[in-house]
Structure formats: C-alpha cells, structure tokens
C-alpha cells in the first residue's frame, strides 16, 4: 500500500458530494479543496439547495445523490462524504446505494463522542436549523438514543442568512461570534456536555474557537473526512 502513496500527482480518495450553493467557500469549510492536505473529488447534485435539503427534507433529492455518488465511484474514489449534515436521513439508502463506505453526515461521529465521554455526559449538538433536525435524521445514523443536547443557529442572522438563506456573501467574524454564543450557550444551558459535534458542514472554521471556549472534543465534517482519508490510504 504504502508505495501507491508516493505517486504523482496522487488521486483522491474521498469523493465529497456538494450541494448547489452560492456562498463563498473559505478555508477550513468542506467545499474549500485547501481545507484538507489531500486532493478531493467534489461532485454537485442538481436542485439539492440548502433549502430543499435542510428545511425541506426533499426525499426526491435522494435520486440525484445516488447518481452523483456512483458518479465519483467511478471516477475512482474509494469513499464518499457529503457536504450536509442532514443528510444523516439518507443514510441508508447511499450506503446501500453506493459499492464504497458512506460517511454521510458529521452525526456519526456521535457514536464516538459517545464512547469516549464519562456516563452521565452529555454529547452536545450545534446544528444549523434545530427544528429540522428531526427524530427521523438521528434514526438516520442510528444516535436516537445516545444523551444529545441540541442548539440550533436558526436565530443567528448571519449565518443563517448565507447558508440557508443564500446570501452571497459571508462576514467571518459575525459568523464567528454567532458560533461562539451558540457554544457558549450550549455549555451554560448543559454543563453536562462532555463532547460537541458541529453538524452543519460550514461549522470548521470556527471548530477551534469552539474547542478553545469550551474545553471538550469538538468533531466536524473535516474531522470526519480526515477520519475517512486515512482509513483509505
């Protein structure tokens, strides 16, 4: 295995499928290919908006996902990742769907949080639209029944704006901030949170301000694809 790795220039491994979005993507976000030290493949599933996806819950989505995903299987991709958290609902029909491992949504990782966390804990959620992620998403990845508290950012004005809202344009710190209250409120409402998980794949950026104000484990999608790139190389 290890000789494949020094070839040039070296193929991607994970495949990321990517909704049609407008807004900017900057380093540390999913869709930014700088965000990982390894080269990805980025596939973008038609008339799968943020909208239709998060707020919506469009099961007549779950077509296009497959064809993308098959799409970047056949251009060599050994996993396939996707670029939204609520995608945890489709779970099982793209594992069942695509001949390669699935890491559909930064949900799985509440299995490890979970495990790696004292009983009694917590596993703390930031999500982009608390109402939406409903019972049947965390069916989705099997975390149902694992001890979640749940913050949404459906009230923080600019990031919902820009990645539900499609504004074209992003001001960082803002974003920044809205995160940091959010975290912080988590925190203050269930001292008990002995991990975070960042569903919303526009999160990282911020994952080390989170880290830093909180004190506990925070996972993301990047942890997520990163996980996913080494157990494939």
Do not use: W
């Not at 409903?134 to 919902?160: C, R, W």
Request: net charge positive.
């Amino acid at each position: 295995m290890s000789s494949h790795s020094h070839r040039s220039p070296k193929k991607p491994v994970v495949g990321i499928l990517m909704l049609e979005t407008t807004f900017p993507r900057i380093r540390g976000d999913i869709g930014n290919p700088q965000t990982f030290p390894f080269p990805v493949l980025y596939q973008t599933v038609n008339g799968a908006s943020p909208q239709r996806v998060v707020i919506e819950a469009d099961a007549g989505l779950i077509d296009g996902f497959i064809d993308s995903g098959l799409s970047l299987v056949e251009k060599g991709v050994k996993a396939v990742a996707t670029s939204c958290g609520f995608l945890a609902l489709f779970h099982r029909q793209l594992v069942t769907a695509l001949p390669v491992p699935v890491f559909t949504s930064s949900l799985l990782q509440v299995h490890m949080a979970n495990s790696v966390i004292r009983s009694g804990q917590k596993i703390g959620i930031i999500t982009a639209n608390k109402k939406s992620l409903t019972d049947a998403h965390l069916a989705g990845v099997g975390i149902q029944n694992y001890p979640l508290a749940i913050v949404g950012m459906e009230d923080a004005k600019e990031f919902s704006a820009v990645f539900i809202g499609g504004k074209a344009t992003l001001d960082e710190r803002i974003c920044q901030r809205e995160m940091l209250t959010a975290a912080n409120r988590l925190m203050r409402t269930h001292p008990d949170v002995g991990a975070i998980v960042l569903e919303c794949t526009n999160m990282p950026p911020y994952a080390d301000k989170v880290r830093r104000a909180t004190g506990v484990p925070v996972f993301d999608a990047v942890t997520l694809v990163n996980f996913a790139h080494s157990l494939l190389t």
